[in-house]
């Protein structure tokens, strides 16, 4: 079984953060306090990538999701004010949307607990590696020529033209 | 180390939280919130995998940065499209926008 130490409890809290967070989005009538469960949830990802040794990725999660996202979801909030409080949060299907998630979550843990993918699956005991690669092997791997350089070089363009997009789409007419 | 599937699992609860945000929400930013927590879900089991299949291959790191990028594009255009929306409308309920239903 799963012994109790730092690691596992952090996960255990983080992980606690993460569901609660979301259910918090989904379930809030006030979009402001939404946002701000949502922060909570993006938080806990960011400390799931710590455990996981992958500190850019947490720094990365804090910068762009809670820093520019959030406050970007906010600014949408604030900006269209009347439609904050709404009498009825969900629409007409939100029975059969629940039965759809709650059919998916547990297609998906039959994937993740029962060992259907054979002896190599998610279940397998794998012997976890020490030796991580380092955010300094990120960055080169993201400019070496041979692996992710194109990849990177059409992100930058899809943000580019994202940023004109969402500028040219909110303008005023006038 | 907290076994693999664990973080599968929590990010397995996370999308589908999600998912029921996008499906049942009715006001247009709560629906791109629940677009979010989706894609964080799936940032997560990247991440897992990553670490616990191949930490030594950058790819699973860098598919994570495209998500990121991605994401914040997302963010940025959707809500751009609801304030206009919004401008013209006086509304950001879903069921309002239906010009394009047929």
């Not at chain 2, 939280?17 to 930013?29: D, E, H, K």
């Amino acid at each position: 079984m799963i012994e109790l130490n730092v690691q596992t409890i952090a996960f255990l809290i983080f992980a606690a953060c993460i569901l609660g967070g979301a259910l918090g989005v989904v379930t809030t009538r006030n979009l402001i306090h939404a946002t701000l469960y949502l922060v909570l949830s993006l938080f806990g990802a960011a400390g799931f990538f710590v455990l996981l040794s992958a500190p850019f990725m947490a720094a990365v999660q804090v910068l762009v999701y809670i820093g520019a996202i959030a406050i970007l979801i906010v600014f949408a909030v604030m900006l269209t004010r009347s439609m904050t409080r709404l009498r009825d949060i969900y629409n007409r299907q939100w029975v059969m949307s629940a039965i759809a998630a709650g059919l998916l979550f547990v297609l998906l843990m039959v994937g993740v607990i029962l060992p259907v993918w054979g002896v190599g699956g998610a279940q397998a005991g794998r012997e976890v590696s020490e030796v991580v690669a380092s955010t300094a092997e990120l960055g080169t791997a993201l400019v070496s020529p041979n692996q992710f350089v194109l990849p990177f070089e059409v992100a930058s363009l899809l943000l580019t033209a994202a940023m004109i997009g969402a500028i040219v789409i909110a303008r005023d007419d006038e | 180390m907290v076994p693999l599937w664990m973080y599968l699992a929590v990010a397995a609860g996370l999308f589908c939280i999600g998912a029921y945000g996008v499906l049942s929400r009715r006001n247009a930013v709560a629906v791109l919130m629940g677009v979010e927590l989706m894609l964080n879900a799936v940032n997560i089991n990247l991440i897992a995998f990553w670490r616990y299949v191949s930490p030594l291959n950058m790819a699973g790191q860098a598919f994570t940065a495209f998500v990121f990028v991605v994401a914040a594009a997302e963010a940025a255009v959707g809500l751009a499209i609801i304030i206009s929306v919004y401008r013209n409308r006086r509304s950001v309920i879903v069921e309002d926008v239906d010009l394009l239903k047929w």
